[in-house]
């Protein structure tokens, strides 16, 4: 069996509808972020983990209805937010509060819990609690974003070695490129950042960047075999070369992490999302983002009469 | 060729072995229930898979730097006093108890006190003149503050450590967190009732025995105290509010005039039982000193008979009595507790006060049910996700999917074996991380078989094409994980938790994909078309 054999596509003749595609995708990231900002303050849903607050997983063993838990937890001076979490049968809810301050970290489980068991008795079990603190909720938020940025200066001084700056740049603009995207559908569909979607992103990127490589280095391989192949045509050749693989091994990742999101159940539910988006959209700038730019910045060179930096020059050890 | 061949499937055999028993260890029997207790012993399941109770405290250290900064302060008035070098008070910062100022020095002695001052305290103070001329300020030196703020932080986490051990909990984790200046983490697993947990490791309950300065029956307001001292407290002692039981029959608040330093206190006590109450009616704790502390407690009580001592709890009075003759190492504390205080208090002098007060900044609990719900549906998920692939790759590539599915399968046992030899713990982010290393090994499948399909296509016979395929999807497969391990290397080292656990497992993932990709199924490769007939075509 055969994917694409030899496929003849002009990847690169149609990169104005890659470049209108990507900035309408980012652009909506960005609306739906700002939107985001101006109302709650923050330009994504943020999670517990990152706000702070408190939220009780609890579940009932009848029925739960939504206005008595409220009643309840509005005897106890609690105004706390409730929703239906997860699958009916379950009867599971999920009562949240913002927290106030680092000092009341434990108060807000007390006054829900003792709410619920004044009401309900032995009828309801607490399955989980988090509370978090706002402190440690921005050292977290800050902790995480850091370690991102680090990781992915490190990615780009690796591409730099191992290629030349421009596809070092390239690879984290189409990375970067994916990031947006994704976090823009949390912002969009009104889903919570958790640490675990932190997690999932990491993922993304690490994904992405392995897509992008595999062209890469078709490309430097290829530009070593015909020099005077223009450069457009070269990467066209590679994306087309590498294709099968491409769609094999997304299509692939892709099954997984739909499995894990169609049935990896409620804790996984904005993990896997954030994988399902991340790996479409990670294929798709492989192809669409990062190898345009490779072109359009030795155009852009050849333009004001410089020669083309070509990752050929160096040996790699094969 | 054939011998080296034999070598190296003998290389693969040994890793397999190695990380069977990395995973399993030696199961003691071959029961179910007997190989899961195997593996969960060996790999460790985060809180988030398994339940249990994660907390993140905030350790106030200045408590620490404040109790220090007042036996200084003792020290330097007895130093003064001893030399009649006469001051009106020496006293530390309200905020910032590492500064300590001493005024109302006669300022022709000035000389004479800054001396002294700099004799005794300055290796660990930095000493400057008040601005008027009549006083100085003693700085703590940066080194000791932060070397006295770490041992804080120590200290708690010893004694948590302590009361966490009492509690019973297995496997408890509690370390410095990484995040911020003196946090703690403390996980505890199969803890889902936060509420006793809590209490006992923030419980900052401290006895301590002071002499009474003022009136034992105690004053009925602050203000009366201070007229009992003509309106200024002297600056070496302390007003506490307590209530008066054994001295008069009223329970109401009561205010006391304290020597500041404690005679014992603290570290002083080395255990401490209820008194059991059901036959006398009273209530109280018995409590032993340590020798250091009973030898202390014995001197002052001989050379003080007939004066009273306050027995302070935190920080309330809670008993004052009056010393009938020398006592040395234990005694009695009676008073109003209520049983949970009794029970908490014996419990936190058996295992050592905290330095400093705590606060939590985090708490959650994952119910165990939850934590066994959330690995059934991932397991299921990630294990129906692999099949498809596997049995997409039989289809695709035919015998040589066989080669893809093989290392697949070494990868996940190699991933789970370096789990296991290396203590590192399982979480779901970390599940993460085990999905982009699937993903990643299939790609580094496809990436040889996309290749050597090429080369077969340019009309290269099956060893060649096998070789050539491999050597220049070798490449790409260096760049890609190199790329990968040189991001997750970073993530471990400025992330914490979830992020942590994602890079553990990736980096991990990733070795055993280099490996079983490449070695691995080169090996397979080799050894199949080293039994073909000349001319056979390869299946792939």
């Known amino acids: 069996m055969e994917l694409f054999h030899n496929a003849n596509i002009d990847w690169l003749g149609r990169k104005w509808y890659f470049l209108g595609f990507s900035l309408i995708f980012s652009v909506a990231g960005l609306i739906s972020m700002g939107l985001h900002l101006a109302h709650t303050g923050s330009p994504v849903p943020l999670g517990v983990d990152f706000r702070g607050g408190t939220q009780v997983l609890v579940q009932f063993q009848n029925d739960p209805d939504v206005n008595q838990i409220r009643k309840a937890t509005e005897a106890a001076g609690v105004n706390a937010k409730i929703v239906n979490y997860d699958t009916p049968d379950k009867r599971e809810m999920l009562i949240s509060l913002p927290e106030q301050s680092d000092a009341s970290v434990d108060s807000g489980r007390k006054q829900i819990v003792d709410a619920l068991q004044a009401h309900y008795a032995n009828h309801a079990t607490v399955v989980r609690v988090e509370s978090v603190g706002p402190t440690v909720g921005q050292q977290l938020e800050k902790q995480a974003g850091l370690a991102t940025l680090y990781s992915l200066i490190g990615m780009l001084i690796y591409l730099w070695f191992r290629f030349e700056l421009i596809y070092g740049v390239a690879a984290v603009v189409a990375v970067f490129h994916d990031t947006l995207i994704t976090v823009g559908f949390f912002a969009l569909f009104d889903k919570e950042v958790s640490l675990t979607v932190i997690a999932a992103i990491l993922t993304l990127v690490g994904y992405s960047m392995n897509d992008t490589i595999v062209v890469f280095d078709r490309i430097r391989e290829n530009l070593r075999l015909s020099r005077r192949e223009s450069l457009t045509d070269v990467v066209n050749r590679s994306i087309n070369q590498t294709l099968s693989r491409t769609v094999l091994t997304s299509g692939l990742t892709f099954l997984t992490v739909l499995a894990l999101y169609l049935f990896g159940g409620e804790v996984l539910r904005g993990f896997s999302f954030a994988l399902v988006v991340g790996i479409l959209i990670g294929t798709y700038s492989s192809i669409a983002v990062a190898a345009p730019m490779l072109v359009a910045y030795q155009g852009w060179r050849g333009s004001k009469g410089k020669a083309a930096v070509l990752p050929s020059a160096k040996r790699s050890k094969a | ?540």
Request: with cysteine; aromatic share 6%; proline share 3%.
């Open chain 2, 1 to 540: 060729m054939k011998k080296n061949l034999n070598g190296k499937i003998a290389i693969i055999f040994g890793v397999l072995l190695v990380c069977l028993y990395g995973i399993f260890g030696i199961p003691k029997g071959v029961t179910g229930a007997a190989i899961t207790s195997a593996i969960t012993q060996r790999i460790h399941l985060g809180l988030d898979l398994r339940g249990g109770a994660h907390l993140v405290l905030q350790v106030h250290v200045k408590d620490a730097v404040r109790a220090d900064a007042d036996n200084t302060v003792a020290r330097i008035e007895q130093d003064l006093q001893t030399n009649h070098l006469t001051f009106t008070q020496v006293v530390p910062n309200p905020d910032s108890p590492h500064i300590i100022t001493v005024s109302g020095i006669d300022p022709t002695k000035s000389s004479d006190v800054r001396n002294e001052l700099s004799d005794r305290y300055g290796v660990e103070y930095d000493i400057a003149s008040l601005s008027g001329g009549n006083g100085f300020t003693l700085t703590m030196k940066p080194s000791l503050l932060a070397d006295l703020e770490s041992k804080a932080v120590d200290q708690s986490i010893d004694t948590i450590r302590d009361r966490v051990d009492q509690l019973g909990v297995s496997e408890p984790e509690i370390q410095r967190y990484g995040l911020g200046e003196n946090q703690i983490l403390v996980e505890l697993p199969g803890i889902d009732n936060l509420d006793r947990v809590s209490d006992i490791i923030q419980s900052t309950s401290r006895l301590e025995v002071h002499e009474v300065t003022g009136d034992p029956q105690g004053y009925a307001s602050e203000q009366e105290a201070l007229t009992s001292v003509n309106g200024s407290l002297p600056p070496d002692e302390l007003i506490l509010h307590g209530d008066s039981q054994g001295i008069t029959s009223d329970s109401q608040d009561h205010v006391f005039r304290l020597k500041r330093v404690s005679i014992v206190g603290g570290r002083d006590f080395r255990d401490a039982s209820a008194i059991d109450s059901s036959d006398t009616g009273r209530q109280g704790v018995n409590f032993v000193l340590t020798n250091a502390g009973g030898e202390r407690f014995y001197d002052y009580t001989s050379t003080h008979i007939h004066t009273y001592m306050a027995i302070v709890l935190g920080s309330r009075v809670k008993n004052v009595a009056i010393i009938n003759g020398a006592i040395r190492d234990n005694g009695q504390i009676e008073g109003q507790f209520s049983k949970e205080q009794i029970e908490t208090l014996s419990f936190t002098l058996r295992t050592g006060a905290l330095p400093a007060s705590i606060t939590q900044l985090e708490a959650r609990t994952v119910g165990a049910s939850l934590g066994s719900d959330s690995i059934k549906q991932g397991v299921v998920a990630a294990v129906a996700g692999m099949l498809a692939v596997m049995v997409f790759m039989l289809i695709y590539y035919r015998g040589a999917g066989i080669n893809a599915d093989l290392a697949l399968f070494l990868n996940l046992v190699i991933l789970l074996g370096f789990m296991g030899y290396s203590h590192a713990t399982l979480t779901l982010p970390g599940i993460a991380g085990v999905i982009l290393t699937i993903g990643m090994g299939v790609d580094s499948n496809v990436l040889i078989f996309e290749r050597i399909r090429e080369e077969m296509r340019a009309g290269k016979g099956p060893a060649q094409a096998v070789d050539q395929g491999f050597a220049h999807a070798w490449i790409t497969i260096v760049d890609t994980h190199v790329t990968t391990i040189v991001s997750a290397a970073i993530l471990f080292m400025f992330g914490t938790g979830p992020v942590k656990g994602f890079a553990v497992t990736l980096t991990f993932g990733l070795l055993a994909n280099l490996f079983t990709a490449v070695f691995v199924s080169r090996v397979i490769f080799d050894s199949h078309v080293n039994h073909k007939l000349a001319g056979q075509k390869l299946s792939i």
